[in-house]
């Protein structure tokens, strides 16, 4: 069975799945059945952020994934990269003086 390797940070349903990101760095797609969730057979991880997914939001045919590295993800047909947006004004160069880390930890909107 394939599972996170990390512990899970993120949920949401897409497209009659279950959606899970992880410190890994990866996505995960789960069939909901009589049986309970499991692993869908036929996707592998799916890959494009650097550091752990913290959050997701589905809407319509798009699923967008938010990652402490700063990024968010629009996915097209679960597995295909539309767009990467990164915010490089995250990384403290307004504000030389934070010493906190900035993360994308939620992505908000209304389907049209």
């Known amino acids: 069975m394939r ?10 349903s897409y497209g009659g799945k279950v959606v899970t990101g992880s410190v890994d760095m990866t996505i995960r797609m789960w069939n909901i059945g009589k049986q309970g969730i499991y692993p869908d057979p036929k996707k592998h991880a799916i890959c494009g952020h650097t550091l752990k997914i913290t959050c997701f939001l ?3 045919p798009l699923l967008l994934s938010g990652s402490a590295d700063k990024s968010i993800i629009i996915w097209h047909g679960h597995d295909k990269i539309s767009q990467k947006l990164s915010f490089p004004c995250l990384q403290g160069s307004f504000y030389p003086d934070w010493k906190y880390s900035i993360e994308v930890h939620g992505i908000a909107g209304t389907p049209t």
């Open 3 to 12: 599972t996170h390797l990390s512990p899970i940070t993120a949920l949401t």
């Open 58 to 60: 589905s809407v319509g």
